[in-house]
């Protein structure tokens, strides 16, 4: 009732495109100058929000996408601009400011969408869903989805170890830091979503 091949080959997959390492220093980032309880809480509710859509686009992506007439590229490109604009205010240091702080709940965008469940997880999930033929595969494939939002929030949850050790100045360095991450996989996202653009009117 079980097919390992399935549950790593997407473990894997979507290890690669959420990326546990690499949210560490975006999370600390938007989430400094919180209590440290905020940010556990803030850890849990991007996992469950980024659960939540994946889950929801499993099951019922492509209709979503067809109701609405989007395409995959122009989600890809949508997602691209949003967080582009979410690294420009990391990179000139605007999170840091008092409302910012206190007000946004940066748990739900751009963390826990589209930076966690973004076009490239989502587009992923629909298609291993549509491919599960079995209940073996079914289960090896929700099992997966389970399993590496487990890991993200262990990751996120324990990053904030990090904190009392760089102290305040160190997180003003990983914050621009998140920024300049955050703005180059906003500009990759959006060529790969023009890049698809092309090659489906032209090739």
Not at 141 to 166: D, E, G, K, Q, T
């Amino acid at each position: 009732m079980f097919d390992v091949a399935v549950f790593g080959s997407l473990f894997l997959t979507l290890f690669v495109i959420m990326d546990p390492p690499g949210i560490t220093p975006i999370f600390l980032g938007l989430t400094a100058g919180r209590a440290a309880k905020a940010q556990r809480r803030m850890a849990l509710q991007a996992v469950c929000v980024a659960g939540g859509v994946i889950t929801v686009f499993g099951v019922l992506g492509h209709r979503i996408l067809d109701y609405l007439h989007v395409s995959v590229p122009a989600l890809m490109i949508a997602g691209g601009l949003l967080l582009l604009l979410i690294a420009l205010d990391l990179l000139t240091g605007k999170t840091d400011e008092p409302k910012q702080t206190k007000d946004v709940n940066v748990a739900l965008v751009p963390l826990g969408m589209p930076l966690l469940a973004g076009p490239g997880a989502i587009v992923s999930v629909i298609l291993a869903v549509q491919k599960a033929d079995s209940v073996a595969t079914q289960v090896s494939v929700w099992s997966a989805i389970l399993a590496i939002h487990v890991v993200l929030w262990l990751v996120m949850r324990y990053s904030l170890l990090i904190i009392r050790v760089i102290k305040d100045g160190g997180v003003v360095l990983v914050t621009r830091l998140a920024g300049m991450m955050l703005s180059a996989i906003a500009v990759q996202q959006i060529i790969n979503g023009v890049t698809q653009v092309i090659s489906y009117n032209f090739v």
